[in-house]
Nanobody, 114 residues
Framework: QVQFVESGGGSVQPGGSLRLSCTTS????????MGWFRQDSGKERWLVAT???????IYNDAERRRYMISRDNVKEELYLQINNLKPEDQGVYFCNTYPPIESWGPGTRVTVSS
């Protein structure tokens, strides 16, 4: 059974940083292209960044300078570092393969507020 479990979200002030983590099971993580997705309130989930099995990254243009996706193929974990957080970064973040499979985790919520 495929499972994704996201963590690391929280409420932070503008300018702060967060590191989101994702643990996976049921997939061949080391061979999978992975992605972070975000769902804003009342909107559809959308792709933030992807990383291939060998570490090649692609970002949505708006997030390129402040986001960093990374992975640990030994631990089978995916990460998203977000720096200089802004209110527009708020939302629920999900990890999945890319393209995504229909087995979404609970997500982790990021709130940016002073």
């Amino acid at each position: 059974q495929v499972q994704f479990v996201e963590s690391g979200g929280g409420s932070v002030q503008p300018g702060g940083s967060l590191r989101l983590s994702c643990t996976t099971s049921g997939i061949t993580f080391s061979r999978s292209r992975m992605g972070w997705f975000r769902q804003d309130s009342g909107k559809e989930r959308w792709l933030v960044a992807t990383i291939t099995s060998d570490g090649t990254t692609i970002y949505n243009d708006a997030e390129r300078r402040r986001y960093m996706i990374s992975r640990d193929n030994v631990k089978e974990e995916l990460y998203l570092q977000i720096n200089n957080l802004k209110p527009e970064d708020q939302g629920v973040y999900f990890c999945n393969t890319y393209p995504p499979i229909e087995s979404w985790g609970p997500g982790t919520r990021v709130t940016v507020s002073s």
